[in-house]
């Protein structure tokens, strides 16, 4: 399987394209007003308990108040609030947990009234970012994650991935941290760590480090609600989580973020520093690659899949509903138990593909055609299940009940992606009529005078179709050189294909829309 990814930057945020055999199958927006990222550490303050639910409130600077519960406090929340007094208090020098002597384990069963109270502070880690109505969900377990290895504080206990199976390999890893890790610290191995050595295991673990010891450097004199320490972009996180040698090129679309990017897989991984390279082509990057098609089709309410059968999804509060439709695909009577085996298949890899895609989150019901042989069910379900374990999300799928419903629990920690593929029509407003073309000419030179001659703008750039694109630009004596000769400047002229026929925009010289 051949894999890539494409991050496209522009002035609003990051979107990052994940490729499996030229097909998208992970999309990821960072927007740069994103200040609740999951991993995030805010320095918080209880503002309400709740025994009823046994969850606390807390403030950490969001419209509404975050949500913590008791299960997510951890083990070890007492030795965490004796680590916050001390060093607000500023009574104890020293970053790293020696000389702390930890308080026994909170009772699994307990209340959290009897370890929480209004007004005191706790740092808390996001566990899941803000979603539809609700605040972000909190957990005051820290964790610190890096490439190999997860770093976790007020623990002494190594554990290594499940996936790693070798018990030679899953003893040497033990071996390895346990000579290098400091004391009161555990550590968690990850499953790209098979097969690494000491210096690299060290390097990332040292790293890990370092982010604690900066984190409680910024304690003291952090204001409450507010971010002691914040987890890297998301293009550095997916990349640190899912970079391995399968992957070909990361294709990046601006010199800044390709610098940033570069110096990281160097730093991660040296010998996968040449896989990153700078797209230098004129047209989008999305569009070169094709992957500003596959979101208009992917998304969307129907989804046609290639045989001409087709899902149709639907979102509500509580959970996702996907029902396959055969549509126009036909087959003989006798041959009817079949069919429905192949477009079930069919239509469980979109699935797949889809959840991932929007990263949809909680509970998804799927309605499978009905099938009357036993083995084709299992079949069915054998198939999901084998293909769901790409997602790296954690999930349940259970087997397909009486009514031939699948039911899929899939971990949420962001809002689900959601583009609309079908809108009122900008053109017209959703009447039916546009302004007539002739005047649109007369429009653009409009604007264009006030931004040259009021607004003094230089190195305006216009973006409309691509016909009138070519009005503008054809010819000798075409448009372009006239405005240059009437201006005193070049203006360029771009084609958007994305645009209606009487769209129009000017971009600055600084690569942002000029509003008129």
Same mark, same amino acid.
């Given at each position: 399987?051949?894999?890539?990814?494409?991050?496209?930057?522009?002035?609003?945020?990051?979107?990052?394209?994940?490729?499996?055999?030229?097909?998208?199958?992970?999309?990821?927006?960072?927007?740069?007003?994103?200040?609740?990222?999951?991993?995030?550490?805010?320095?918080?303050?209880?503002?309400?308990?709740?025994?009823?639910?046994?969850?606390?409130?807390?403030?950490?600077?969001?419209?509404?108040?975050?949500?913590?519960?008791?299960?997510?406090?951890?083990?070890?929340?007492?030795?965490?609030?004796?680590?916050?007094?001390?060093?607000?208090?500023?009574? %104890?020098?020293?970053?790293?947990? !020696?000389? $702390?002597? +930890?308080? @026994?384990?909170?009772?699994?069963?307990? *209340?959290?009234?009897?370890?929480?109270?209004?007004?005191?502070?706790?740092?808390?880690?996001?566990?899941?970012?803000?979603?539809?109505?609700?605040?972000?969900?909190?957990?005051?377990?820290?964790?610190?994650?890096?490439?190999?290895?997860?770093?976790?504080?007020?623990?002494?206990?190594?554990?290594?991935?499940?996936?790693?199976?070798?018990?030679?390999?899953?003893?040497?890893?033990?071996?390895?941290?346990?000579?290098?890790?400091?004391?009161?610290?555990?550590?968690?191995?990850?499953?790209?760590?098979?097969?690494?050595? %000491?210096?690299?295991?060290?390097? !990332?673990? $040292?790293? +890990?480090? @370092?982010?604690?010891?900066?984190?409680? *450097?910024?304690?003291?004199?952090?204001?409450?609600?507010?971010?002691?320490?914040?987890?890297?972009?998301?293009?550095?996180?997916?990349?640190?989580?899912?970079?391995?040698?399968?992957?070909?090129?990361?294709?990046?679309?601006?010199?800044?973020?390709?610098?940033?990017?570069?110096?990281?897989?160097?730093?991660?991984?040296?010998?996968?520093?040449?896989?990153?390279?700078?797209?230098?082509?004129?047209?989008?990057?999305?569009?070169?690659?094709?992957?500003?098609?596959?979101?208009?089709?992917?998304?969307?309410?129907?989804?046609?899949?290639?045989?001409?059968?087709?899902?149709?999804?639907?979102?509500?509060?509580?959970?996702?509903?996907?029902?396959?439709?055969?549509?126009?695909?036909?087959?003989?009577?006798?041959?009817?138990?079949?069919?429905?085996?192949?477009?079930?298949?069919?239509?469980?890899?979109?699935?797949?593909?889809?959840?991932?895609?929007?990263?949809?989150?909680?509970?998804?019901?799927?309605?499978?055609?009905?099938?009357?042989?036993?083995?084709?069910?299992?079949?069915?379900?054998?198939?999901?299940?084998?293909?769901?374990?790409?997602?790296?999300?954690?999930?349940?799928?259970?087997?397909?009940?009486?009514?031939?419903?699948?039911?899929?629990?899939?971990?949420?920690?962001?809002?689900?992606?959601?583009?609309?593929?079908?809108?009122?029509?900008?053109?017209?407003?959703?009447?039916?009529?546009?302004?007539?073309?002739?005047?649109?000419?007369?429009?653009?030179?409009?604007?264009?005078?006030?931004?040259?001659?009021?607004?003094?703008?230089?190195?305006?750039?216009?973006?409309?179709?691509?016909?009138?694109?070519?009005?503008?630009?054809?010819?000798?004596?075409?448009?372009?050189?006239?405005?240059?000769?009437?201006?005193?400047?070049?203006?360029?002229?771009?084609?958007?294909?994305?645009?209606?026929?009487?769209?129009?925009?000017?971009?600055?010289?600084?690569?942002?829309?000029?509003?008129?």
């Amino acid at each position: 399987m051949v894999k890539e990814l494409i991050i496209n930057s522009t002035p609003t945020g990051v979107t990052i394209a994940l490729i499996e055999d030229k097909q998208l199958v992970e999309l990821h927006k960072e927007q740069i007003n994103n200040n609740y990222a999951v991993g995030d550490i805010y320095l918080g303050r209880i503002k309400k308990i709740m025994p009823g639910l046994n969850a606390a409130f807390v403030d950490v600077g969001y419209e509404k108040d975050a949500f913590l519960h008791y299960f997510d406090l951890g083990p070890q929340v007492q030795s965490l609030i004796k680590l916050t007094k001390i060093k607000r208090n500023g009574s %104890v020098t020293g970053t790293l947990l !020696d000389n $702390l002597k +930890l308080e @026994a384990d909170i009772n699994k069963a307990g *209340k959290i009234s009897d370890v929480l109270a209004k007004n005191m502070l706790l740092p808390v880690q996001i566990a899941k970012e803000p979603i539809s109505t609700k605040g972000p969900r909190l957990s005051s377990d820290i964790s610190i994650a890096g490439r190999y290895v997860v770093l976790v504080p007020f623990s002494n206990t190594i554990s290594v991935s499940k996936k790693i199976k070798s018990n030679t390999e899953r003893n040497r890893l033990k071996k390895i941290i346990e000579s290098i890790k400091p004391q009161n610290f555990g550590v968690i191995i990850r499953t790209v760590s098979e097969g690494r050595g %000491v210096a690299e295991m060290q390097k !990332d673990l $040292l790293d +890990l480090i @370092a982010k604690w010891e900066n984190f409680i *450097k910024k304690m003291p004199s952090t204001e409450p609600a507010k971010r002691v320490w914040g987890e890297m972009d998301r293009s550095s996180t997916l990349i640190r989580d899912i970079l391995n040698p399968d992957f070909t090129n990361v294709y990046v679309s601006t010199p800044e973020l390709y610098d940033d990017i570069r110096s990281y897989v160097h730093d991660i991984s040296p010998e996968m520093e040449k896989i990153v390279k700078l797209y230098k082509q004129k047209e989008p990057i999305f569009e070169h690659f094709g992957i500003e098609k596959q979101i208009k089709n992917a998304f969307g309410k129907t989804v046609n899949l290639p045989g001409g059968s087709y899902l149709v999804v639907e979102h509500t509060e509580a959970l996702h509903v996907i029902d396959v439709n055969s549509g126009n695909r036909t087959a003989s009577k006798e041959n009817q138990e079949e069919n429905a085996l192949q477009v079930n298949k069919e239509a469980a890899k979109e699935i797949a593909r889809q959840l991932r895609l929007r990263d949809m989150g909680g509970i998804v019901v799927i309605d499978f055609i009905d099938m009357h042989k036993p083995t084709n069910r299992k079949m069915l379900f054998d198939y999901l299940r084998e293909l769901m374990l790409l997602d790296r999300a954690k999930h349940t799928i259970l087997p397909p009940s009486k009514f031939g419903l699948v039911q899929i629990t899939r971990q949420r920690v962001r809002p689900e992606m959601n583009i609309v593929t079908v809108e009122k029509c900008p053109a017209c407003g959703g009447t039916g009529e546009i302004k007539a073309s002739i005047v649109l000419m007369d429009d653009i030179e409009n604007n264009l005078n006030y931004i040259l001659r009021e607004q003094n703008e230089k190195g305006v750039t216009l973006c409309v179709h691509p016909y009138i694109e070519a009005y503008i630009t054809k010819g000798i004596f075409n448009l372009q050189r006239r405005w240059y000769f009437k201006y005193g400047q070049w203006v360029k002229v771009k084609a958007q294909s994305s645009y209606y026929l009487n769209e129009f925009h000017f971009i600055s010289s600084k690569d942002e829309e000029i509003k008129l």
